[in-house]
């Protein structure tokens, strides 16, 4: 055993990207058939979902390597010829070579119709409730796509409030004289979701930002005592946003 040890020593110490990059201690092809016998380990044994992977974006395939930091770079740019859809993040081992595949298609198309029947809970007043019941949520905010769309709202409606979006006498709300439409949900919707509007809408966060919180704060009591259009969802919107931005709290 110490003579094993002894020779084996140096080849012991060597990291993963190391060996790939010696010829004589591993063939190209034999490195080859072990990263993709690794692929294949670590893809799903089993797909539960009735609609195709391949039209549904959400359910595409995400796959994290973890691989030591000096041979980060290689390994990454060895394993990508086997997939795409590739995220490399440091491990603290250099030997070990780290894979994981996930796939959210089957939960993510239930959310996604959780998250309408919620939307429209939020925006329809059930008159058999009472006001001051705490009705339990299904499935937290913070993990759907509700999120991102509640908090574009909120920006619509700071920027009206702000008078960055303005409303002409057609209607239609405008910023940067670019026309967004007459209907707040589908300027929100437009401004979360679709890549066209991504710039506008860091264009839109970076001015609202350049206000005093004690300024935005009295905009949207102004916006609460003069509009009477704001829809029951629009409403709780700017009370929670008129909580966020006093100044007592």
Known sequence: MPFVRQQFEQLGNLSIGEILKQSD????????????????????LLRIQDIDANLNPTSQREITLWVGTKDKEQIFAFYSRFSRSLTALVAEDDQRLCILTRSLGFPAYFLSQIEF?????????????????????????????????????????????????SQHSQGDYQFNGQSLGKNREQITLALATEFTFQELYGDLEERIETFERDFVYHKLLELGTSTSDLNHYEGKLLDHLLSEYNPLN
């Open 25 to 44: 201690l591993i063939a190209v092809n034999t490195a080859n058939l072990r990263l993709n016998q690794l692929s294949d380990s670590a893809n799903l």
């Open 117 to 165: 029947y919620r939307d429209c809970y939020e925006r329809t007043q059930n008159e058999q409730i009472e006001p001051d019941e705490n009705i339990p949520d299904l499935i937290p905010e913070e993990i759907g796509s509700g999120r991102e769309l509640k908090l574009a709202y909120q920006k619509v409606i700071l920027a009206i409030a702000l008078g960055l979006l």
